[in-house]
């Protein structure tokens, strides 16, 4: 990767990049600058912006990382290409199982029920904010710790880490600090109402990543990306 992109004495280069409404797979070329990334893809759901990814980046290494077994199915049935691995697990700040709150309802968006907003949290103000989505049920998923599924699997440098995790957060960043010291870029979700019980909000989230050398390179309404400074 060219340095420019990401070292701080050159961060102004990227003041007139164009991030439009919301970050896509082609922003992320760009920004990457590499023809054959590293990318883990947290929270993946059905493959839709996998799909996207291998579109703009074919020769790019995507690992996925999903929990909700309807999403697997989906995922599996859309997603076939050889630089994409799924691991069907939850990331979180330890390894081992979790109880996962799976989302259901809003049939009138999607017939099998809604599994977009599964998470290892349980929902808090969500329930108000989208009252057509249900979490109605619990199931026990595998949990990783990135720090610990990269050092088995001999993960060097990873080129960007595009997170949707449902509050899940601070679960994530503080079991992959190792990780993303050899990470250049960082994308999540975040929200200030703390839709999950504990879900971080913006500030605090920025500040932890700030305590493990990362800047804010952009944000958008619930969404952030943050590069590494080191």
Same mark, same amino acid.
Request: net charge negative; with cysteine.
């Given at each position: 990767? =060219?340095?420019? /992109?990401?070292?701080? =004495?050159?961060?102004?280069?990227?003041?007139?990049?164009?991030?439009?409404?919301?970050?896509?797979?082609?922003?992320?070329?760009?920004?990457?600058?590499?023809?054959?990334?590293?990318?883990?893809?947290?929270?993946?759901?059905?493959?839709?912006? /996998?799909? /996207?990814?291998?579109?703009?980046?074919?020769?790019?290494?995507?690992?996925?990382?999903?929990?909700?077994?309807?999403?697997?199915?989906?995922?599996?049935?859309?997603?076939?290409?050889?630089?994409?691995?799924?691991?069907?697990?939850?990331?979180?700040?330890?390894?081992?199982?979790?109880?996962? =709150?799976?989302?259901?309802?809003?049939?009138?968006?999607?017939?099998?029920?809604?599994?977009?907003?599964?998470?290892?949290?349980?929902?808090?103000?969500?329930?108000?904010?989208?009252?057509?989505?249900?979490?109605?049920?619990?199931?026990?998923?595998?949990?990783?710790?990135?720090?610990?599924?990269?050092?088995?699997?001999?993960?060097?440098?990873?080129?960007?880490?595009?997170?949707?995790?449902?509050?899940?957060?601070?679960?994530?960043?503080?079991?992959?600090?190792? /990780?993303?010291?050899?990470?250049?870029?960082?994308?999540?979700?975040?929200?200030?109402?703390?839709?999950?019980?504990?879900?971080?909000?913006?500030?605090?989230?920025?500040?932890?990543?700030?305590?493990?050398?990362?800047?804010?390179?952009?944000?958008?309404?619930?969404?952030?990306?943050?590069?590494?400074?080191?």
């Amino acid at each position: 990767m =060219n340095n420019s /992109t990401y070292a701080p =004495n050159s961060a102004p280069l990227l003041q007139d990049f164009d991030f439009g409404e919301d970050l896509t797979a082609l922003h992320m070329y760009h920004l990457i600058g590499k023809h054959s990334p590293m990318i883990l893809e947290i929270g993946a759901n059905c493959g839709q912006s /996998t799909v /996207t990814f291998m579109e703009q980046m074919p020769n790019a290494t995507v690992h996925c990382f999903e929990p909700d077994p309807r999403a697997i199915g989906k995922f599996k049935a859309m997603v076939q290409h050889p630089n994409v691995h799924l691991i069907e697990a939850a990331v979180g700040a330890n390894s081992g199982y979790v109880m996962f =709150n799976q989302s259901s309802g809003a049939e009138h968006i999607d017939p099998a029920g809604w599994d977009h907003s599964g998470s290892i949290r349980k929902p808090k103000t969500h329930l108000q904010a989208f009252p057509g989505v249900k979490f109605e049920k619990q199931i026990p998923v595998p949990l990783i710790r990135l720090d610990d599924w990269t050092q088995e699997h001999q993960i060097g440098e990873v080129d960007f880490i595009w997170a949707d995790v449902q509050g899940a957060e601070s679960d994530l960043i503080l079991g992959a600090q190792e /990780t993303l010291r050899r990470t250049h870029y960082f994308y999540t979700e975040f929200n200030d109402d703390e839709q999950y019980e504990g879900q971080i909000n913006f500030e605090t989230l920025n500040a932890l990543m700030m305590s493990l050398g990362f800047g804010l390179l952009h944000k958008y309404p619930n969404d952030a990306i943050f590069v590494n400074l080191k």
